[in-house]
T-cell receptor, first 113, second 114 residues
Framework: AQSVTQPDIHITVSEGASLELRCNYS??????LFWYVQSPGQGLQLLLK??????LVQGIKGFEAEFKRSQSSFNLRKPSVHWSDAAEYFC???????????FGKGTRLSVIA | DAMVIQNPRYQVTQFGKPVTLSCSQT?????MYWYQQKSSQAPKLLFH???????NEADTPDNFQSRRPNTSFCFLDIRSPGLGDAAMYLC?????????????FGPGTRLLVL
């Protein structure tokens, strides 16, 4: 069965600092990988996704993620965090079939001045 | 703009009183999903429709039902809400899937059970 682990429940970074959110997955074949962001009281918004091809994926709001098959990871990065990035971030894994997406438990990002 | 709309944004109901949450989409997507999300937790899939085909997750309580009268609309019915059903309910859509397609989420309906 597919599974997703986000090891960090809560991360605090200073505004302007770099950010890396970790995501590890367990899946037998090549997974479809997603990062979603959720602001308080809102739905989820897609930041980026990986299906195949270039393992470094660019997303919206200056985010990027790198798929590393050898490490079963899909970490999210941003070179310079803005206060508006404070939110909950979810990594998810799926496949090309009818198996529903599996979400990680999320990482809450706080940004301090 | 094409979007996923959920009404109402906040719903208060009484213990045991049936409640219906609604979702509509202008994306013309084939698949519609209902998720339950409790505080500080990941969204939990309740069920999804692929066109008119209903797919219920194995651990979704019988208390939760869904209807999809047409492509654009999907409803979540909670027949007898309990205190444990208080949560954010998220509707999402995708063109295909459900595993390999981007899902587009609505803003959610926060349900409070008194």
């Amino acid at each position: 069965a597919q599974s997703v682990t986000q090891p960090d429940i809560h991360i605090t970074v200073s505004e302007g600092a770099s950010l890396e959110l970790r995501c590890n997955y367990s899946y037998g074949a090549t997974p479809y990988l997603f990062w979603y962001v959720q602001s308080p009281g809102q739905g989820l918004q897609l930041l980026l996704k990986y299906f195949s091809g270039d393992t470094l994926v660019q997303g919206i709001k200056g985010f990027e993620a790198e798929f590393k098959r050898s490490q079963s990871s899909f970490n999210l990065r941003k070179p310079s965090v803005h206060w508006s990035d404070a939110a909950e971030y979810f990594c998810a894994v799926g496949d090309s079939g009818n198996t529903p997406l599996v979400f990680g438990k999320g990482t809450r990002l706080s940004v301090i001045a | 703009d094409a979007m996923v709309i959920q009404n109402p944004r906040y719903q208060v109901t009484q213990f045991g009183k049936p409640v219906t949450l609604s979702c509509s989409q202008t994306l013309n997507h084939n698949v519609m999903y209902w998720y339950q999300q409790k505080s500080s937790q990941a969204p939990k899939l309740l069920f999804h429709y692929y066109d008119k085909d209903f797919n219920n997750e194995a651990d979704t309580p019988d208390n939760f039902q869904s209807r999809r009268p047409n492509t654009s609309f999907c409803f979540l019915d909670i027949r007898s809400p309990g205190l444990g059903d208080a949560a954010m309910y998220l509707c999402a859509t995708s063109r295909g899937g459900p595993g390999g397609e981007t899902q587009y989420f609505g803003p959610g309906t926060r349900l409070l059970v008194l």
